[in-house]
């Protein structure tokens, strides 16, 4: 083996690969800043120099503030990085949260407008079987965001809803919604698990 001479002995050795917990985080990282910058630019409309770098700054601000947020358990006995998030089902989830957003909207929209009030409020009782406590804030704030539901309490798995209608709270036992959350980060589950244990609590008649 010929000896190294001195100028290959001066070059740096080259960085070690990131690992896949740190690959993940980085992409995590580099996510959150691109849909921040882009949320920056919706909310600013704004787009000379300065206000881009006001953009950059508060983006750079908001990572290095949450940088350790990841290494705390929201509930003990889980960790945020239990279940890596898959990219493409989560973009594709957003989509089809938006759709039902607005079904959903056009549908209370009736029935606002409807001279009869076709209202029937009822409390939604189900149990989900999320892989993470992540997964379950998703799945609660996506039923608020849906007009008509609101998710009312968490408790392990838990979930219950307060529904506009006996339609809009058996829209829920579906288990559509649940099962699409779960697919976020589960590459293989079970649809049955989605949703089960599904009750409708109690009824409010509206007064005459």
Same mark, same amino acid.
């Given at each position: 083996?010929?000896?190294k001479?001195?100028?290959?002995?001066?070059l740096?050795s080259?960085?070690?690969?990131?690992?896949?917990? !740190?690959w993940?985080l980085?992409?995590a990282r580099?996510?959150?800043?691109?849909?921040?910058? %882009?949320?920056?630019?919706?909310?600013?409309?704004?787009?000379?120099?300065?206000?881009l770098?006001?953009? *950059?700054?508060?983006?750079?601000?908001?990572?290095?503030?949450?940088?350790?947020?990841?290494?705390?358990?929201?509930?003990?006995?889980?960790?945020?990085?239990?279940h890596p998030i898959?990219?493409?089902?989560?973009?594709?989830?957003?989509?089809?949260?938006l759709?039902q957003?607005?079904?959903?909207?056009?549908?209370?929209?009736?029935?606002?407008?409807?001279?009869?009030l076709?209202?029937?409020? %009822?409390? *939604?009782?189900f149990?989900?079987?999320?892989?993470?406590v992540?997964?379950? *804030?998703?799945?609660g704030?996506?039923?608020?965001?849906?007009?008509?539901t609101?998710? *009312?309490?968490?408790?392990?798995n838990?979930?219950?809803?307060?529904?506009?209608?006996?339609?809009?709270?058996?829209?829920?036992?579906a288990?559509?919604?649940?099962?699409?959350v779960? !697919?976020?980060y589960?590459?293989?589950c079970?649809r049955?698990?989605? %949703?089960?244990?599904?009750e409708?609590l109690?009824?409010s008649?509206?007064?005459?």
């Amino acid at each position: 083996m010929e000896p190294k001479s001195a100028a290959t002995q001066d070059l740096p050795s080259p960085p070690p690969p990131l690992s896949g917990a !740190r690959w993940r985080l980085f992409r995590a990282r580099a996510i959150q800043a691109v849909l921040l910058f %882009c949320l920056w630019l919706v909310l600013s409309g704004m787009f000379d120099a300065l206000h881009l770098a006001y953009g *950059v700054f508060s983006v750079a601000l908001v990572l290095l503030l949450n940088h350790r947020l990841h290494l705390l358990p929201l509930q003990p006995g889980e960790t945020p990085t239990e279940h890596p998030i898959l990219l493409h089902r989560l973009f594709a989830y957003l989509l089809w949260l938006l759709w039902q957003i607005v079904q959903s909207g056009l549908y209370v929209a009736y029935l606002v407008m409807h001279p009869l009030l076709p209202i029937s409020p %009822c409390l *939604v009782r189900f149990r989900s079987m999320q892989p993470n406590v992540q997964a379950r *804030v998703i799945l609660g704030n996506s039923i608020t965001l849906t007009p008509g539901t609101i998710t *009312v309490e968490v408790e392990g798995n838990r979930f219950l809803v307060h529904a506009i209608t006996r339609e809009a709270a058996e829209g829920l036992f579906a288990g559509d919604m649940e099962y699409r959350v779960a !697919r976020i980060y589960l590459r293989e589950c079970r649809r049955e698990d989605a %949703c089960f244990d599904a009750e409708i609590l109690s009824d409010s008649p509206r007064e005459p």
